[in-house]
């Protein structure tokens, strides 16, 4: 049976100094839940810039102390599923991403996820390309926020890391320390717009 671990359990940057969330042997299954990069914030279209709390974002759950990991070892991941949860967001607006300078005004677009598509409006739907945007252990050295990608992993946000997907991680510090969220329901590889399809989900990893 696997382990479970609640998007209650969260970081916003990957560190050795994190108390563990969760201990678990190696080979283990974990099913983790997330909340969405803004940390589920945005529940309306009427959501303004200043009603977000921007140093809340990107939580990733953990971390997860892996026992029998060590610093030198290698920590495999193996994505088993992605389920995502019933509704995304999406927001653009001024100095936002590399096409911010294009945009005058702050823009929430809040998309209900429906048989297995991304629901823009009554005349687009999207296919779904689940993926996870933050996923990683404690670095090295100093800590890393979860915006950032590195040798640890980190904010990669590439469409590889998806359902059936393994991933290997260097281990910096003992247990490893391993976290993740930021999860997207559909997303090219890196965010033009500084969003892809942010949303909330549960995944089986092991």
């Not at 100094?17 to 997330?34: C, L, R, Y």
């Not at 102390?65 to 995502?84: F, H, M, N, R, T």
Request: proline share 6%.
């Amino acid at each position: 049976m696997a382990e479970t671990l609640s998007e209650q359990h969260y970081i916003y940057a990957m560190d050795k100094n994190n108390k563990p969330a969760k201990t678990v042997n190696s080979g283990a299954q974990v099913e983790i839940d997330t909340f969405d990069c803004f940390q589920n914030q945005i529940q309306s279209e009427k959501t303004t810039f200043n009603a977000i709390d921007w140093n809340q974002i990107n939580p990733a759950t953990g971390p997860i102390y892996v026992e029998e990991a060590q610093p030198g070892d290698i920590l495999q991941v193996k994505i088993d599923s992605i389920d995502l949860g019933n509704q995304g967001v999406m927001v653009v607006g001024p100095d936002l991403g590399v096409m911010g300078h294009r945009m005058n005004d702050f823009l929430v677009k809040i998309v209900p996820i429906k048989d297995n598509k991304a629901i823009f409006n009554e005349k687009i739907e999207l296919p779904l390309n689940p993926m996870i945007g933050v996923i990683g252990v404690a670095p090295e050295g100093e800590a890393v926020n979860n915006g950032t990608p590195g040798a640890h992993g980190g904010n990669m946000d590439t469409k590889l890391i998806t359902t059936g997907a393994t991933l290997y991680f260097p281990v910096f510090q003992k247990g490893a320390l391993f976290a993740l969220g930021d999860l997207h329901a559909a997303m090219g590889d890196g965010e033009i717009g500084v969003s892809g399809i942010e949303i909330p989900a549960r995944k089986g990893n092991s």
